[in-house]
C-alpha cells in the first residue's frame, strides 16, 4: 500500500505542470498617461478618465502631480472640471467636460504627465446609429443554449466605422430548477 | 608623387614576374637535362604542351626509362623508346563508371571514389551512380564510405570501363578508418549541407526510444526547434513551412504524427539524408530555408533480413529481400501505435457498466513500400510508396435518467500523406547519368463533428437539434523530375534537369448546418480549390581549377502559373571553396530562392487543421537571399572543426492576422494575410571527434532572428524562436559488442513571447457599476524571452546476438533526464506588494521508455 502511494505520488508530481517565477524586469517598457473618454449626445456631461499606467517591469514611479489635459469642442477649449468625490454620473477623482454634444461635433484631447509622452485622441461624435430593427433568439451553441441577438443595420461603405453592443440586463430561466440568474 | 610611385610599382610587380617565371621549371626543362646525360632526341607532336610547369620530384637519372617514367608521370603524355629516338605521344582519356554497392546489394550514396594514381575523383551521386574520366593506363583506385568501409582496386584503362563495386566494412577492425572522404565539407563546395545515414540515428535524437529525423536534425547547428516535442524545423531563422522534404524525390506537405512527437519518416528505411542549410544546389528549389533530401533502401538483393521493434508507443517492422535474386528487391516498412488496441477494449469494458458511452481512440501508421528491379547494367527502376495516417476519434453517447438517448456527440480528425514515385534510371554513357521520375502526392486532413441534442425531455418540443461540421483539406500534386548528371572530365560535374508539378489545392471544403425545433436553419458553406502550375528548369556545375579552386555555378529557374498570373524566378547559386592547406578550406556561397506556397496558421503549434495555399495574383511568392561563408578543418586526432556565418533576408512573407477566428476561412484568406519580411544572421561552430568506439559532437549556434510586418508593428521585432545562444553535444561510447550508451545534452536560450508591458485601470463604463478592473497593454510582439531551455537525455542499448544470428536490442532510455520543466507558455502576473514576475509553465517531466527490437 505504502509502495502503491510512492508510486502514484511520484507520477503525479513528475507528471504535473510545473510553473515557476522569473524576472521580468529587462522588459521595455516606459510610463504613459492613459486617457478614456466616451464623447455621446446623451446628457450634458462627458466623463474624461486620466491616469498613468504601471510598468510591468517594475521600474518608475507613478507621478503625483495632476495631469495637464486639453479638451476642445471643434477647436474651442473648454473648461476642465475635477470631482474628488464619487457623483451618480461620475466616479471619485475623474474630471468631466459640461455641454451637451451632437452629432458632428470634433472633440480633440490631450493629457500629460510631468516627463511623460502626451496621450492625445481624436473622435467625432456620429451619426445616431442606423438601426433597422432588432430581435432576440435561443439558439444551440457549443456549450447549451445560447441567446442570439440579431441587428439590423445600415453600415456606410465609405466610411470605417466601429460598433459595439452592451447587454444592460440578462435573466436566465431553468427547467429543473426555479432558480433566477440576473446579471 | 603619385605617378612615381605607381612606375616604381609597376617596374617591382614585372621584375618580380621575371624572377618567379625564370625560376619555374617546365617539362621541358627536364627533357634537356635528360637530352645531356642520355644522346637521345624527343620526336612529338606540336599540339603537345611541354612548356607547362613541372611539380614532379627530380628524377633520379639512373637509367633513362626511370627518368622518363619519373618526368611525364601525371602529365598527360606517355613515352615510346624507339632506338635514339623518345616518341612522346598525348595519353587517351578513358571514362570509369558504375554503381557502388554495400553487401546486401543497397546503392551507396556519397561514396568516394579516389584515384591515388594521379590524385583526383569524385563521389557517388543519390542513386550511387560514379563516373570518373582518367587517363589510359594503370591506376589504383579507392572506392571509400565512412559507413560502409573501403576498398581499392587496381585498373587499367585501355578503353572506357563499367566497373560496380560491393564495399565491405571490415568488422574485424574497431573503427571504419576512411581516408579523404570527398563528402567532406572541406573538398564540397556546398556550405550549410550535413549528410547523415541510418548509423546516425541509433545513439540519441530519439523519443520514447523511437529514432526521428526531425529530431535529430533539430539538435544540429543554426537550426531552431521551436515548442518542445513539435516536430517544427527553424532553419536560419526560416518559418516551419519553409523546408522542402523529399521522399525519393517526392514533396511531403505534412511530416507530423501526433501532434509532432513523431515525423513521418521511418529511419527503419532510411539510406541517406542530405540536410542543406544554405549554399543550395540548383537542382533544389520551392522553399525558402532548408532541403531534406531523404533517400530510402532499395531492398537487399540477396537474401532476406528484416527488423521487429516494439516501443511503449509505437510497433515497427520492416522486411527486405529480393524478388529475384540480383535482379528484383522489396523492401517494406510499417510503424503503428498500439495504445489504441488497449484503449478500445478497456473503453467498451467501461461503457458496460455506464448509462453514458464514450470512446476515444487515437492512433497513427506509416506505411513504406518500395520495389527495384535491375533492366540491365545502364537501366534500373524503383516504385515508392508512402502512406501515412493519423486519426483522432472522440465519440459520446449521453443517455436521460430513463434510458433515452439524450445527446450525440462524435468527433474525428484524420490527416495524413500518400504518395507514390516511379523512378527509372539510365546510364545514357559512362559520362551521362539520367533518373526519370513520376510523382504524385496527395496530403489531407479531414475534420468531421456531429452534435445531436434530442428534445423530447422538455416538454411541448420535439425533434432535435442538430450541428453537423466537415472541413477537409486537400493537396494533389502530380508531375515529373528529370534530373542528368554529366561529367565530362574529372574537373567538371554538370547536372541539368526539368521538373514540371500540377498542384491542385482545395484548402477548404466546409460544411456546416444547423437544425432544430422550430426549422431555424442556418448553413455555411466554403469550397475553395486553387490549380497552378509548377515548371522548373536547371542546370549547375561543380568546375575544379586546380587544386587549390573549386567553383560551383548554377541557374534555377521557374515559371509558376495560377488563373490568370504567372511569376517567373530566377534564382542564381555560387559557391567556391578555396583550399587553404590539405586540412583546411574557405568557402562562400550565395544563393536566392523562392517558394510558391504558404502554410496558413493562426498558431505556432503546427496544427493538422493549418492548410496551405498557394501564391495568388494578390500574393507574390516568397523570396529569399543567402550569404553564408565558413572554414572547415580537420584537426589532429581526427577531430573535425568547422566555424560558418550566415546572413539571410526574407521578403513577402505572409502570416494570418489571426483577426476572425483560430481557423483563418479559406474563402476569403488572402484579405486575412499581412505581409512583411525577415532577415536571419549569425555564426556556428560545429566540432566532432569519432575513434570508432567513441563519438562525440557539438555545436554552439549564435544567432538573431527577425521579422517586420508593418501592418503588425511599426519596427522590426524579434522572432518566435529568435534563439540567441544555442548549444548541444552528443556522446556515445561502445563498452563492448554488447552494450553502447549515449547522452546529449541540449541547450538553447527561451523561446519568445509576447507579454504585456503595461497595466492600465479599466474605464467605467457610464450608467454601469464600476468595477475597478485592469487591463494588460501589449506594445511589441516577441518582447521577453523565456527561460533557458535545457535537456540531458541518456539511453543504453544491450545487444545480443542469437545463436540463429539474430541480434536484439534493448533500449532504455530517459527523456530529460534531470527533468527540467523547461518553459512551453508564461504569464504574467501581479504579486501583493504590486510588483509584477513572469510565471513559467512546464508541461513535459522526465520521461523513461523501453524498446524491444529484434534483427534478423
Known amino acids: ?67 495637464d489635459i486639453t479638451f476642445k469642442l471643434n477647436g474651442v477649449e473648454k473648461e476642465i472640471k475635477y470631482t474628488e468625490k464619487a457623483t451618480d454620473l461620475l466616479p471619485a477623482n475623474s474630471y468631466y467636460v459640461l455641454g451637451k ?29 442606423p438601426l433597422e430593427k432588432w430581435d432576440m433568439i435561443l439558439k444551440d451553441g457549443s456549450y447549451g443554449r445560447e441567446i442570439q441577438f440579431r441587428i439590423s443595420f445600415t453600415d456606410n461603405a465609405e466610411t470605417k466605422d466601429y460598433y459595439g453592443v452592451r447587454i444592460i440586463n440578462k435573466e436566465s430561466h431553468w427547467v429543473y430548477y426555479t432558480e433566477y440568474d440576473k446579471i | 608623387m603619385n605617378r612615381i610611385i605607381s612606375i616604381i610599382l609597376l617596374f617591382s610587380t614585372i621584375c618580380v614576374s621575371s624572377i618567379k617565371a625564370q625560376g619555374r621549371v617546365t617539362v621541358e626543362d627536364m627533357m634537356e637535362q635528360v637530352k645531356s646525360i642520355y644522346p637521345v632526341s624527343f620526336v612529338y607532336d606540336s599540339s603537345i604542351k611541354l612548356n607547362i610547369p613541372y611539380s614532379g620530384k627530380k628524377p633520379s637519372m639512373v ?28 595519353l587517351s582519356s578513358y571514362t570509369l563508371s558504375g554503381y557502388i554497392y554495400q553487401e546486401n546489394g543497397e546503392t551507396v550514396i556519397n561514396t568516394t571514389v579516389w584515384d591515388i594514381t594521379s590524385n583526383t575523383g569524385t ?13 589510359e593506363g594503370k591506376h589504383k583506385i579507392r572506392f571509400s564510405h565512412i559507413s560502409c568501409g573501403e576498398q581499392t582496386e587496381d585498373i587499367t584503362l585501355k578503353g572506357n570501363k563499367s566497373q560496380n563495386i560491393y564495399l565491405k566494412a571490415d568488422y574485424r577492425i574497431n573503427e571504419v578508418v576512411v581516408t579523404a572522404d570527398l563528402n567532406s565539407p572541406i573538398y564540397t563546395t556546398q556550405t550549410g549541407k550535413i549528410s547523415l545515414t541510418a548509423k546516425d540515428f541509433i545513439s540519441g535524437n530519439n523519443f520514447m526510444s523511437s529514432p526521428d529525423v526531425v529530431k535529430k536534425l533539430q539538435s544540429l547547428s543554426g537550426v531552431a526547434s521551436g515548442t518542445e516535442l513539435i516536430s517544427g524545423l527553424y532553419v536560419h531563422g526560416g518559418g516551419n513551412d519553409e523546408n522542402l522534404f523529399l521522399l525519393d524525390g517526392t514533396p511531403l506537405y505534412q511530416v507530423n504524427h501526433a501532434g509532432g512527437l513523431f515525423s513521418a519518416f521511418n529511419t527503419d528505411i532510411v539510406k541517406n539524408i542530405d540536410f542543406y542549410k544554405s549554399g543550395f544546389p540548383a537542382r533544389y528549389g520551392g522553399r525558402l530555408s532548408s532541403v531534406v533530401d531523404v533517400r530510402t533502401n532499395d531492398g537487399n538483393m540477396k537474401e532476406y533480413h528484416g527488423s521487429f521493434t516494439l516501443g511503449l ?67 534500373r527502376a524503383d516504385i515508392s510508396l508512402y502512406s501515412g495516417n493519423d486519426i483522432l476519434k472522440n465519440n459520446g453517447k449521453y443517455y436521460t435518467m430513463s434510458n433515452e438517448l439524450a445527446n450525440i456527440d462524435n468527433f474525428n ?53 442538430i450541428k453537423i461540421q466537415n472541413n477537409h483539406s486537400t493537396i494533389n500534386d502530380f508531375g515529373y523530375r528529370m534530373e542528368f548528371d554529366y561529367r565530362p572530365n574529372t574537373w567538371n560535374h554538370i547536372r541539368f534537369g526539368s521538373n514540371y508539378m500540377r498542384h491542385i489545392f482545395m484548402p477548404q471544403n466546409y460544411y456546416s448546418k444547423y437544425e432544430n425545433a422550430t426549422n431555424n436553419e442556418l448553413t455555411g458553406r466554403i469550397k475553395s480549390q486553387y490549380k497552378s502550375n509548377e515548371f522548373t528548369l536547371y542546370a549547375e556545375d561543380d568546375i575544379s581549377l586546380g587544386s587549390r579552386l573549386k567553383l560551383n555555378g548554377g541557374i534555377h529557374y521557374t515559371m509558376f502559373g495560377i488563373a490568370n498570373t504567372k511569376y517567373h524566378s530566377v534564382e542564381p547559386r555560387a559557391a567556391m571553396n578555396i583550399k587553404l592547406c590539405d586540412n583546411a578550406s574557405f568557402k562562400i556561397s550565395y544563393t536566392e530562392m523562392s517558394q510558391f506556397m504558404h502554410q496558413l496558421s493562426a498558431t505556432y503549434l503546427n496544427l493538422p487543421t493549418d492548410y496551405w495555399v498557394p501564391s495568388t495574383e494578390k500574393i507574390p511568392p516568397m523570396r529569399s537571399r543567402q550569404y553564408s561563408a565558413g572554414i572547415y578543418s580537420r584537426l589532429p586526432y581526427n577531430i573535425r572543426l568547422s566555424i560558418e556565418g550566415f546572413y539571410k533576408t526574407m521578403n513577402n512573407l505572409i502570416e494570418y492576422n489571426g483577426d476572425k477566428q483560430l481557423n483563418p476561412s479559406a474563402d476569403d484568406w488572402e484579405e486575412n494575410v499581412r505581409t512583411g519580411k525577415g532577415k536571419a544572421y549569425g555564426a556556428e561552430a560545429d566540432i566532432s571527434y569519432s575513434n570508432g568506439k567513441t563519438s562525440v559532437d557539438a555545436s554552439y549556434t549564435l544567432s538573431w532572428s527577425k521579422r517586420f510586418f508593418p501592418d503588425f508593428h511599426q519596427s522590426w521585432y524579434p522572432d518566435k524562436f529568435d534563439n540567441r545562444h544555442k548549444f548541444s553535444i552528443n556522446l556515445s561510447h561502445k563498452f563492448s559488442d554488447r552494450i553502447d550508451a549515449y547522452a546529449s545534452w541540449n541547450f538553447h536560450s527561451g523561446n519568445r513571447m509576447t507579454i504585456p508591458t503595461q497595466k492600465v485601470e479599466a474605464p467605467a463604463i457610464p450608467g454601469t457599476e464600476n468595477k475597478n478592473e485592469s487591463i494588460m497593454v501589449y506594445e511589441t510582439p516577441n518582447n521577453i524571452s523565456l527561460p533557458a531551455y535545457h535537456r540531458l537525455d541518456l539511453g543504453i542499448n544491450f545487444r545480443k546476438t542469437t545463436k540463429r544470428g539474430f541480434e536484439r536490442i534493448w533500449n532504455v532510455s530517459l527523456y530529460n533526464a534531470y527533468c527540467r520543466m523547461n518553459p512551453l507558455y508564461a504569464t504574467v502576473t501581479q504579486k501583493e506588494d504590486g510588483s509584477f514576475v513572469g510565471k513559467a509553465h512546464g508541461v513535459f517531466p522526465i520521461i523513461p521508455s523501453f524498446s524491444y527490437t529484434l534483427k534478423f
Open chain 1, 1 to 67: 500500500m505504502r509502495h502503491k502511494f510512492i508510486y502514484i505520488a511520484s507520477l503525479l508530481i513528475t507528471l504535473s505542470s510545473c510553473t515557476y517565477e522569473f524576472n521580468i524586469d529587462d522588459v521595455e517598457a516606459k510610463k504613459k498617461p492613459v486617457i478614456f473618454c466616451m464623447p455621446n449626445t446623451l446628457g450634458d456631461t462627458t466623463l474624461i478618465q486620466v491616469s498613468q499606467s504601471m510598468n510591468v517591469n517594475n521600474k518608475g514611479t507613478n507621478s503625483s502631480a495632476k495631469p
Open chain 1, 101 to 129: 454634444l451632437k452629432e458632428g461635433d470634433k472633440i480633440n484631447l490631450e493629457a500629460s504627465y510631468p516627463d511623460m509622452p502626451t496621450a492625445k485622441s481624436s473622435t467625432v461624435i456620429p451619426q445616431p446609429f
Open chain 2, 63 to 90: 637509367s633513362l626509362e626511370n627518368s622518363l617514367e619519373t618526368i611525364f608521370s601525371n602529365t598527360g603524355i606517355k613515352w615510346e623508346i624507339d632506338g635514339d629516338y623518345v616518341i612522346l605521344k598525348r
Open chain 2, 123 to 135: 563521389l557517388t551521386n543519390e542513386h550511387g551512380f560514379y563516373s570518373l574520366t582518367l587517363n
Open chain 2, 313 to 379: 508507443l509505437e510497433g515497427r517492422i520492416q522486411f527486405e529481400g529480393p524478388i529475384v535474386k540480383d535482379r528484383t528487391s522489396f523492401n517494406v516498412a510499417m510503424r503503428r501505435t498500439w495504445l489504441d488496441l488497449l484503449t478500445a477494449p478497456s473503453f467498451a469494458i467501461m461503457n458496460t457498466s455506464r448509462r453514458d458511452k464514450q470512446n476515444t481512440r487515437y492512433a497513427f501508421h506509416d506505411i513504406n513500400a518500395k520495389v527495384t528491379h535491375i533492366f540491365s547494367e545502364k537501366s
Open chain 2, 413 to 465: 480528425l484524420q490527416w495524413g500523406n500518400f504518395t507514390a514515385a516511379a523512378n527509372w534510371k539510365y546510364i545514357f554513357s559512362h559520362k551521362l547519368f539520367a533518373n526519370f521520375t513520376g510523382v504524385y502526392t496527395h496530403n489531407r486532413s479531414k475534420f468531421d463533428y456531429l452534435s445531436e441534442e434530442r428534445l423530447g425531455y422538455i416538454e411541448g418540443l420535439d425533434g432535435a437539434i
